[in-house]
């Protein structure tokens, strides 16, 4: 029970500070509001092809539902891995050394951390699940219960990612440039903001997208957690629905098994 008492205290400190820094808060609102007000609907009109004449919808649905996923994805990979500024912080002011020498094992030490953060970046991506109704994107109890699954674990394996960057960077502003350098590029190659059309075959989506970029966006994860999220929120997979799933949940496992071993070296 003591042990849990730990890890429970850590987590609570995470979550606190988290939830009184302003400018987590501002940004977890206007990143969404930005994406989905101003991107959403600007585009929204230039969402469609033409196929033998014919205008159409590259997908049937509008942009807004398109993105709306998406942008989900986009919050909590920010707070997650912004939150793992935590360990810099505790780092430099000395917190972290007496947490350390405590009788508490170093794996529920970075438990708790990271718990701590997975939950602050659900709550963040909350926030854009709460103008569904906004987008038209109409949501039964149970679409619900599995976004937040969903969300929760690609929460986890975020946050453990951002404390294994955390570990090599020393600094809070090399950190913020390190971090930016590794979300958008992860965001944009993740089929986040244009679809790869699920009728094609790969040679079909060879002619009209390079290859390189095709291999960006099938060798990265975040593309079967945004995947998922909109098989769960608008019904609409490029791949295999359970793909998904064992891609996000083999993610959190893995980055929280090398988030361990680097902590090792704190």
Known sequence: MGLIGGVYAIWLREVKRSLRDRGQLIGGISRPLLWVLILGIGLNPYFRGEVYGEVRFVVPYTYLQFIFPAVIVLNILYTSIQSAVSLIWDRE??????????????????????????????????????????????????????????????AFGLTSFGIVIANYVRGFESFGI????????????????????????????????????????????LTYAVDAMRGVLINFNQFDPMLGYQVVGAMAIGLFLLAMWEFRKV
């Open 93 to 154: 002011f000395g917190f972290l050394r007496e947490v350390l020498v405590s009788p508490m094992p170093r794996n529920l030490i970075l438990l708790g951390k990271v718990l701590g953060g997975a939950t602050t970046a659900v709550i963040h991506g909350c926030l854009v699940l709460a103008v569904a109704r906004f987008v038209d994107v109409n949501l039964t109890w149970t679409d619900i219960a599995h976004a937040l699954g969903l969300m929760f674990l690609l």
């Open 178 to 221: 390190f971090s930016n350098a590794v979300i958008l590029p992860l965001y944009f190659t993740a089929s986040s903001v244009f679809p790869l059309d699920p009728s094609l075959t790969r040679a079909q989506t060879l002619v009209i997208y390079p290859e390189w970029l095709v291999l960006l966006v099938e060798i990265n994860p």
